[in-house]
Nanobody, 121 residues
Framework: QVKLVESGGGLVQAGGSLRLSCAAS????????TGWFRQAPGKVREFVAA????????NYADSAKGRFTISRDNAKVTVYLQMNNLIPEDTAVYYC??????????????WGQGTQVTVSS
């Protein structure tokens, strides 16, 4: 069984930064990409960014381009999401997931429990 645990969320002022981590344990599937998604209250879950298993290919939502950076450390079985210049609209629960690296949440089969990010204005 795969277990994903997100951490690093919190409360930050607009313009600030946070780094989210997604640690995998249990049975991990090599070859799968890792994606970050977020869901704000009353909204659908949306894609943020994804990174391939090898780390060479990345994919970002338009809202994340230029502000967020996804990376991975396979030795630590951890994927990071560095978020800079945060805005209140980034407030959401952030989830990491294993899947095909595309933007559709339906293509991800394993999910973490989420970490709350709150950006104050």
């Amino acid at each position: 069984q795969v277990k994903l645990v997100e951490s690093g969320g919190g409360l930050v002022q607009a313009g600030g930064s946070l780094r989210l981590s997604c640690a995998a344990s249990g049975r991990t599937f090599s070859g799968l990409a890792t994606g970050w998604f977020r869901q704000a209250p009353g909204k659908v879950r949306e894609f943020v960014a994804a990174v391939s298993w090898g780390g060479s290919d990345t994919n970002y939502a338009d809202s994340a381009k230029g502000r967020f950076t996804i990376s991975r450390d396979n030795a630590k079985v951890t994927v990071y999401l560095q978020m800079n210049n945060l805005i209140p609209e980034d407030t959401a629960v952030y989830y990491c997931a294993l899947g095909d690296g595309t933007s559709s949440p339906w293509e991800y089969n394993y999910w973490g429990q989420g970490t709350q990010v709150t950006v104050s204005s």
